[in-house]
């Protein structure tokens, strides 16, 4: 098996030398090689995650195939899916990369979206979903995997670090109470709030349909005394909610969970704004280590711009499937089917030691690693201390 360690620190940016060494086997002919979809909000209100994620992706891919491919063979980068966060055009995304000859799927991105998709692949494609954080994205076949954490494990660390961090007692929050990943987080916040001493002094909701003006929620905040406002929100609504909160003076902290992660990308926002935000989030492009380094260098050398923590889940996403499919032995003419069923089998016996941290699998798919927090601080994040 390969070092993957080793071939995580290397990038393949142009302007950088990749120096671990290929394997012997011969690369296959053309039309031999393995085809990767991903499927993610490339337009819309959600564009900063699914980009991210095709981005990095493509960095990962042309790693892999420097150095030897998916056992062997090299491996194609079909163009992206672009749900905009929609189930429906999720699934309508789905057909037609399978149309393409999609063998395994990066994605989806948005968990209303994964969820839909992952009926559809069930027992079929082999689904790793790099940031569906919702409980069922990746419960309909034991093919699903996910990067990422769930919505309720998020909500309970969240917690937990607020708790034992002496961060803040009087909590208030803020949330969509139409969407899946708001709601799991906030479910799981308030339920480990009163296990770890949080005092909940506000519970303010809003929907999906009225997410431009918070000015009656933030109000009933200001007026309840809370110290710190937990936003289980995407960055576009966090970017208002900052806004409209500088508007009426509220002095509080705030602190998001990875769907936050994106909000000093967004267009026009202004980033002071969110000084001092704080979010967990299994990435921080600031890391000093080897394969963060080279990651972010290359990213920012093909795109101009700093990756998140989507994108560094879904690298990581394309390395375990390098990984899980030389255990598994598979090769292009097998069966969907086929490749994912050993695909299933190969993941609970790799660990990966990606840019999101050590990780291994469970049976039901899910991810074991633990969660960092980020700070944002001058415009970048900057990791907190454990």
């Known amino acids: 098996m390969k070092n993957w360690k080793k071939v995580l620190s290397v990038t393949a940016a ?3 030398a990749v120096t671990a060494v290929a394997p012997a086997a011969v690369f296959a002919d053309e039309e031999e090689t393995f085809k990767v979809g991903v499927i993610g909000p490339m337009t819309g209100d959600y564009a900063q995650y699914g980009l991210g994620v ?3 992706a493509k960095i990962a891919v042309d790693e892999i195939n420097e150095n030897g491919g998916f056992n062997g063979y090299q491996v194609e980068l079909l163009d992206a899916g672009d749900d905009q966060g929609d189930a429906e055009k999720a699934v309508n995304a789905y057909n037609d990369l399978l149309d393409k000859g999609m063998q395994l799927l990066d ?18 494609t082999f689904l790793f979903t790099p940031s569906g954080s ?3 994205c990746i419960t309909a076949g034991s093919n699903e995997f996910r990067m990422c954490f769930t919505d309720p494990m998020q909500g309970t660390k969240s917690a937990q670090y607020i708790s034992e961090n002496g961060i803040a007692s009087d909590v208030a929050i803020l949330y969509d109470s139409m969407a899946d990943y708001n709601v799991g987080i906030h479910d ?26 918070f000015s009656v929620q933030l109000n009933k905040i200001k007026e309840s005394g809370a ?3 937990f936003l289980p929100n995407y960055y576009s609504d966090c970017a208002l909610i900052f806004q409209q909160a500088a508007d009426i003076d509220l002095d509080i902290l705030y602190f998001g969970v990875d769907g936050m992660d994106g909000i000093l990308a967004v267009e026009n926002f202004d980033t002071s704004l ?3 935000v704080m979010l967990l989030t299994p990435f921080s492009a600031t890391s000093e280590d080897e394969a963060t380094v080279s990651f972010v260098a290359a990213y920012e050398e093909a795109y101009g711009e700093t990756p998140n923590q989507f994108a560094a889940d879904s690298y990581d996403v394309i390395y375990a499937m390098a990984q899980a499919a030389e255990v598994a032995g598979i090769t292009p003419d097998m069966s969907n089917e086929e490749i994912s069923e050993a695909m299933t089998a190969a993941m609970l016996e790799i660990e990966l030691d990606g ?22 601080q001058d415009g970048i994040y900057v990791s907190m201390a454990e």
């Open 227 to 229: 110290e710190l406002l």
């Open 134 to 136: 919702a409980v069922d």
């Open 54 to 56: 095709y981005n990095a």
């Open 14 to 16: 142009a302007a950088m």
């Open 355 to 376: 840019l999101t941290g050590v990780t291994t699998w469970t049976e039901d798919g899910e991810c074991d690693k633990e969660p960092k927090a980020v700070v944002i």
């Open 107 to 124: 994605g989806t991105v948005t968990s209303g979206a994964c969820i839909a998709v992952a009926a559809e692949a069930a027992e079929s």
């Open 274 to 276: 969110a000084e001092g």
């Open 188 to 213: 799981a916040f308030v339920e480990a709030a009163e296990e770890y001493g949080l005092n909940i002094v506000a519970d303010e909701a809003y929907t999906t349909d009225s997410n431009t003006d």
